[in-house]
């Protein structure tokens, strides 16, 4: 029993180690934002007491997994103090042809965007791209803009929750990448 035991976690291991080097191929950069650094004011939402320019950050990714067939990009703060985070964007089915959105691509009205791409409700209630807003004097928070490499093009109502959203993207995910961005509100 022992030794079944030991193969297993070995086997388990080795896939482990495996999807993590097949991981390593997918990066995502950005010129706007850089991880485990602040973001700059222009990430700054506007509204609730922000005064940020709301503009969603320039993001370019390679080394998508062979059999992508389009790409989601999620950005959430794990810090907000809601008890479930706070999704600041939620955009699926990017071509599979496209590997760059360009600073400001997350307005509502979404004309920068790829054609064929569609923006979900984030925790704002709007379609589009909402920047960072923590509580003042709350510390730094964490946000994380993560690409998704899909097997195929999602099917989602415009107004799926986020959690709808987040479980079929990682449903459909062969593979992710992630730049985890600083913002604080003195």
């Known amino acids: 029993m022992k030794k079944a035991m030991k193969q297993l976690t070995l086997m388990a ?3 482990l180690i495996h999807s993590t080097a097949y991981a ?4 995502l950069s950005s010129n706007d934002i850089r991880h ?21 950050p320039q993001l370019i990714w390679s080394g ?3 059999g992508t ?16 985070g706070w999704w600041h964007w939620q955009l699926v089915n990017i071509p599979k042809n496209v590997s760059e959105l360009a600073a400001g691509a997350g307005t509502e009205a ?15 209630g709007s379609h589009s791209f909402g920047g960072a807003c923590p509580p003042p004097g709350d510390g730094a928070h964490r946000y994380q803009f993560t690409v998704y490499a899909l097997k195929q093009k999602l099917e989602l109502p415009k107004e799926a929750s986020a959690a709808l959203t987040g479980y079929m993207v990682n449903a459909n995910a062969l593979a992710s990448a992630t730049i985890e961005a600083l913002y604080k509100r003195d």
């Open 110 to 124: 979404g004309k920068n965007l790829p054609a064929g791409s569609m923006q979900m409700r984030n925790d704002y």
């Open 64 to 66: 998508a997994p062979k």
């Open 13 to 15: 291991l080795a896939g």
């Open 69 to 84: 067939q389009a790409f989601a990009l999620l950005a959430y703060d794990p810090d907000a103090p809601t008890g479930s």
């Open 24 to 27: 390593d191929d997918f990066i």
């Open 36 to 56: 485990g650094e602040f973001m700059d004011n222009a990430q700054e939402f506007t509204g609730f007491g922000c005064k940020g320019g709301n503009q969603s």
